[in-house]
């Protein structure tokens, strides 16, 4: 197993050897503070195809391994123990550049919801691993050497990017995070063959407070937006058959 745990390391995976897809999994754990409400956090996977299109993957938006983004997310986990880390699982299709015809950027994200509690997002730990067959890289970058480390209001922590084309996969852990008390989402830009990071995506909100997700991005003139995450549609007057 490789461990990064600087923000300018990389590793490569060989694509060649298997035929496994791509699993990765973010883990974080109890911080010891006596509230498991605010253990929660949610594995997020921004994904920037060769034609400039991003899609988001998260427990709300899951998606499927044979269709656009070709990345499934296995579902949200709303708890961290003591005994049991919490762990979100996205997996990527191992010929996802290959079926998008071109290398894929991809950005791993944990977000923490104000509504799960004040909490630092650093002090969970989070991490993240890639496996492909028996090869694992973990993204271990320690976000509380930071100086937003102790900021309950800090609610993205990017954990790591990576560079997928039909021959490999070029992995770095990041160690971005959100400004405080900001909802946006990690934006990838191609700089020709390599990538930058930056948040200042949409927000996404989920469940009864997805409705707050435009109205946010309008307020902050956010003008980019998610191919698979669309605007919820107002109810008209007879209860949503007139919008």
Known sequence: MINLTKADQTATIDLSKGTSDIVVRAQWV??????????DLDLRCSILMPDGKMYLVDGEYRCSLEALPF???????????????GEEIITVARDIAKRAGGPVALCFSVYSALGNGQVSVASLKPQMKMSYGSEVVTCNYDFNQGPGANNPSIYTYVIGYAIVTEQEVILAPSGKTSKPGQEETPWIFWKDTAIDVDIVGPAVFKGKQASKSEPYNKKFNISHRFENVAAPQKKGFLGGLFS
């Open 71 to 85: 990345a499934h997310h296995h579902g949200d986990v709303q708890s961290a123990s003591a005994d049991a880390p």
């Open 30 to 39: 109890d911080n010891g503070d006596g509230n498991d409400g605010n253990d």
